[in-house]
């Protein structure tokens, strides 16, 4: 049974920075891409970085990019989202998510699990 349990949100003021992390199990972390993702109340979910399966690509939204990086360490079977110059916009549920394959994707539709989600709030 595929596990995902993120950890570290939490309430930041504006400019503060959040370390995210989710611990993977039940699959063979080294062979996906791993996503993250986030929802605002009232919005859709959102894209905000993948790595692929080596950490030798990552991607970024636009909001995010220059102030997120995502890092993986597959021998703790864990990913990571340090979040720096946080913005109240920022503010939303993040979700970490795995591909279940070794292709990279930017939609919700192209990762198979998810974990419950870590709230993140930041106050203006």
């Known amino acids: 049974q595929v596990q995902l349990v993120e950890s570290g949100g939490g309430l930041v003021q504006a400019g503060g920075s959040l370390r995210l992390s989710c611990a993977a199990s039940?699959?063979?972390?080294?062979?996906?891409?791993m996503g993250w993702f986030r929802q605002a109340p009232g919005k859709e979910r959102e894209f905000v970085a993948y790595?692929?399966?080596?950490?030798?690509?990552?991607n970024y939204a636009d909001a995010v990019k220059g102030r997120f990086t995502v890092s993986r360490d597959n021998a703790k079977n864990t990913v990571y989202l340090q979040m720096n110059s946080l913005k109240p916009e920022d503010t939303a549920v993040y979700y970490c998510?795995?591909?279940?394959?070794?292709?990279?994707?930017?939609?919700?539709?192209?990762?198979?699990?998810w974990g419950q989600g870590t709230q993140v709030t930041v106050s203006s």
């Open positions: 039940g699959l063979t972390f080294s062979s996906t891409t």
């Open positions: 790595i692929s399966r080596s950490g030798g690509a990552t």
């Open positions: 998510a795995s591909r279940g394959s070794v292709y990279i994707s930017t939609s919700t539709s192209g990762y198979v699990y």
